[in-house]
């Protein structure tokens, strides 16, 4: 018996902000898991800023997408088959073969979640990568104090809202920036945050009120003009945590660095970039700490839901235009 | 008993590059040292590019230099007088106030140097604050570790030459930039540094080829077209030290920052600024380590002298011109 399988495939690489026509719906048939193979019903798939950047041929910390291959993220599923029996029919499950609606993958790379501690999609987000993101960036990276002053860009997306919760579940003042009136209210109403400003109307003065004794601490998931709002609003030996740059990734021009860098020196500052694949040995401590304040209320999350493989290129797109409040998710 | 004492006052503060026209010479009358002050005979002085940011109107780490009034730095003198017998007459000693012929200061400021282990100018470069300037940067800032490949700008300077010949000493291989074929040649030839090259042909392209595999450690006292030529030549985990940023100094329109900063993300770089007076209590390890490789010929250092107060003006626009080979001092 075989399953017919949908997935998406990079049709072309995308120059600047990617098109429909870059990505096409194929068909593929799967045979039943062989030795050692799991065959998985995709319910969820994540779209991340990150992708962006694997749909360029150039050398970076992933692979680059292949043309006519399908793309890949995480994703959540069930088992539906798994050749020796040590996945359960039926488990949920965490893999990074999404864009598609089935998967057949070693039994090894899908990972067994708890759909009784939350709905399983949250592994694709406060509980997943981007939560564990956020936790290291501002853990780790910006070695955040209890009590700091704390800027956030793209606080209303699934990395940033998590790393300003985090932060104000530790007692700091946070401050956020997002792209869009009702962002700003859901950054500053339902997440908690002193307070947030919307960045079209420039960053570094809203900062500069936000925040007139300046920051301790930023987490950079904007880069480009946030980056230098942020280093001239930055205390005397302040730490950025550079951990994504969507403000670029559809760039086609390389657009001018922050030209107040050096003030890194009279400052004593600390730019640090991450990738979260380096710190998959924290997720202990990411699941006690950011789990416990998801019980306490401390950390809350939205999710902006696009139903169907079919709208899943959509769903990227989007999502670089900042079409989403909390996690982008596609509901397969 | 008084002494005349000729020194050099803020005229007016410099516009881009400092003309002469913004310094002055005066002439005080000092009384003999009262209670608990020395009175030194200065004979060497210092000029340093931090000394260019002082002259601006603007806060920073340290406080401006005063219209009208002397200016500071580091200096060399001997022990004329001292009114509690603290120090004794003849007694070589390092202090803050240069710029001026004789210093009257509490006794306090006046900090004695050995002069058997080495000429006393020599607490005013290799031996003083541009040495532990390069060993904490080197040491503690990029956290070098034996073997890795390094890049130094500015890398004939006082600060440069020595932070290179650390690396050296700990085994790494050394590449730097200057600005004439004449520093290049002192870099490559008499300090052994394992590449060279002039930064005017252009530091992007010349250190791709002197470093085809890309650097660890990136020494930086130049900032601009460097600091972004740096960031491209890194490797993955690669750090900066931010020491200093000479081509900035007299700019007067801000120049652009690095484009690639983004590049901090994929390749994890760290980005840290410093300045030494956090540092000082690294001085016991930098006298032992850096005295050491001194004794053992494996650091050499220059100096480029300038005579007379009258010219000190002159040597510190020199320096920001870069006129000089290892340590700018002026001869008192």
Redesign the interface.
């Known amino acids: 018996m075989t399953v017919t399988c949908r997935q998406i495939h990079l049709a072309a690489r995308p120059v600047g902000e990617p098109k429909p026509s870059d990505f096409k719906l194929a068909e593929v048939e799967l045979p039943e898991p062989g030795e050692g193979e799991v065959l998985v019903r995709n319910r969820w798939m994540s779209v991340d800023p990150y992708m962006r950047?694997r749909m360029n041929d150039t050398q970076?910390?992933v692979p680059s997408f292949q043309i006519d291959q399908p793309l890949q993220g995480g994703a959540i599923g069930e088992v539906v088959a798994c050749a020796d029996g040590s996945l359960e029919v039926g488990q949920p499950v965490l893999h990074m073969h999404g864009w598609r609606e089935y998967a057949l993958i070693p039994a090894g790379q899908a990972q067994p979640v708890d759909a009784d501690a939350a709905p399983p999609q949250a592994y694709l987000g406060v509980l997943g990568m981007p939560g564990l993101t956020a936790y290291v960036g501002i853990t780790d990276i910006a070695a955040l104090k209890d009590g700091e002053t704390v800027f956030v860009s793209g606080a209303a997306g699934a990395v940033g809202s998590v790393a300003g919760q985090i932060a104000k579940a530790r007692g700091c003042t946070v401050i956020g920036s997002a792209g869009s009136p009702e962002k700003v209210a859901f950054v500053r109403d339902e997440l908690g945050f002193d307070a947030a400003f919307d960045y079209h109307d420039g960053p570094a003065e809203q900062l500069a009120e936000a925040a007139p004794d300046g920051v301790d601490v930023y987490f950079d998931n904007v880069?480009g003009e946030h980056?230098?709002a942020a280093i001239g609003a930055m205390r005397?030996f302040g730490r950025i945590a550079?951990?994504?740059?969507i403000s670029?990734y559809n760039a086609t021009e390389?657009?001018?660095?922050?030209?107040?860098?050096?003030?890194?020196?009279?400052?004593?500052?600390?730019?640090?970039?991450?990738?979260i694949s380096?710190h998959f040995d924290r997720m202990p401590d990411f699941v006690r700490d950011v789990g416990g304040w998801l019980r306490d209320g401390k950390i809350r999350y939205r999710e902006t839901v696009v139903e169907g493989l079919d709208n899943a290129p959509d769903a990227f797109i989007g999502l670089l235009r900042g079409e989403n409040i909390g996690k982008m998710l596609v509901k397969l």
């Open positions: 950047g970076s910390y880069g980056l230098e005397d550079m951990c994504g740059a670029l390389i657009p001018p660095g922050p030209r107040n860098i050096v003030m890194a020196i009279p400052k004593r500052l600390t730019l640090k970039g991450f990738i380096d």
